[in-house]
């Protein structure tokens, strides 16, 4: 049988809500990876030092096993120095939504008026907090992403100390990007290295393939599997695993969100391994984030195997990418 290890996986970006969809995602997640950055975008979302406290706690509860750790962040707004010195310490990174792009995205930022945010962004650079961007302006679908383009030239350009990352990209416009400034990082998901907008609606509607921001083009497929397969030193995984209950997917109004957390390693060792480059998935599942965050995860070594796996119908009340079809790999055990 072939089998596959890896070193302490990291999802750079992962939605765990609260409650009850807390703890029935939360384990899911802990299980495989020794780390994850939690989204803010509750209801309201996570934005003082009590939030952030609070909600670590509660993920921690949440969570069976103790060698996991939840990298929490706080929901952009245009902090003072001060409060960013209060919590530094909390916190991996700031999490920059444009008002109502997305899913619990409202209170965002309506515009990129750089002088106003120069404050909040200067002395994020000094404190060395990376800025997160859910980057998508509010024109037409598909071109929302690379019309954001020039936002993250603006805030690359007057902050070159600012670690800013590129969340769930999906564009080869986004990865043209990636080696223009230094201080520009990406994100990409599991789903968006599998699926181009025909997946989502060029058959039957498949509001389980369906989140914020769309799958693309094949040619920005392409683009996005060149960068991860080579594993880009600038390039990290980030889920972007986004649980709704089977109601507000499957419904009049389908809800933005994949969920992946169950699926998510199994998927990418399977892509790795069809284009032969499973050797690189240890630096984009784990050793860039490493890199890039300075973070020293909790030891955790998961060994897969290609096998048979048939997803799971359902978690609770959420519907994961692929339920019911069979997977190539399998977890075969954790140490
Ligand atoms: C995310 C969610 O449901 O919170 N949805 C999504 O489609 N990705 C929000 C986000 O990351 O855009
Ligand atoms: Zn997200």
Same mark, same amino acid.
């Given at each position: 049988?072939k ?7 990291l999802?750079m970006?992962?939605?765990?809500r609260?409650?009850? #969809? ?37 993920v ?8 996991f ?8 707004k245009?902090?003072d ?11 991996v ?23 106003? #945010?120069r404050?909040?962004?200067e002395? #994020? ?15 037409f ?36 990007m ?5 201080n ?8 968006h ?5 025909d ?6 509607? #498949?509001?389980?393939h369906f989140c914020?921001?769309?799958a ?19 390039v ?6 986004a ?9 009049c109004?389908?809800?933005a ?6 699926i ?6 399977e ?14 599942v784990s ?32 519907v994961p ?15």
């Amino acid at each position: 049988m072939k089998t596959h290890t890896i070193l302490m996986p990291l999802d750079m970006h992962l939605h765990l809500r609260d409650a009850v #969809m807390l703890e029935t995602v939360a384990p899911l997640t802990a299980y495989s990876y020794s780390g994850a950055i939690i989204m803010p975008n509750l209801v309201p979302p996570v934005t003082t030092l009590e939030d952030v406290k609070a909600y670590k706690q509660r993920v921690m509860a949440a969570v069976p096993n103790d060698n996991f750790e939840p990298y929490m962040t706080i929901f952009y707004k245009n902090y003072d120095k001060a409060f960013l010195e209060s919590i530094a310490s909390e916190i991996v990174a700031i999490k920059l939504y444009p008002a109502g792009i997305t899913t619990n995205s409202e209170g965002g930022v309506s515009s990129f008026d750089i002088e106003e #945010m120069r404050p909040t962004l200067e002395a #994020m650079s000094e404190l060395e907090i990376p800025l997160c961007v859910h980057g998508e302006t509010d024109g037409f679908v598909m071109d929302r992403e690379a019309e954001f383009m020039p936002v993250y030239e603006l805030l690359a350009k007057n902050f070159p100390k600012l670690k800013i990352i590129m969340e769930h990209i999906t564009t080869k416009a986004a990865v043209d990007m990636l080696d223009k400034y230094e201080n520009l990082y990406a994100t990409i998901t599991v789903h968006h290295l599998l699926l181009t907008l025909d997946d989502v609606i060029g058959g039957m509607m #498949m509001p389980h393939h369906f989140c914020k921001p769309i799958a693309k083009r094949p040619e920005d497929l392409d683009a996005l599997l060149t960068v991860a397969l080579s594993a880009h030193p600038k390039v990290m995984f980030g889920s972007d695993s986004a649980p709704h209950p089977q109601h507000a997917k499957e419904s009049c109004g389908c809800a933005a969100g994949v969920f992946t957390a169950p699926i998510s390693l199994q998927l990418l060792c399977e892509i790795f391994e069809q284009y032969d480059k499973l050797d690189n998935l240890q630096a984009f599942v784990s050793d860039n984030a490493q890199n890039i965050y300075g973070i020293c995860p909790e030891f955790k070594e998961v060994t897969l195997e290609k096998r048979t796996f048939v997803v799971p119908e359902k978690y609770g009340s959420v519907v994961p990418m692929y339920a019911g079809e069979a997977i190539a790999w399998a977890i075969e055990s954790i140490d």
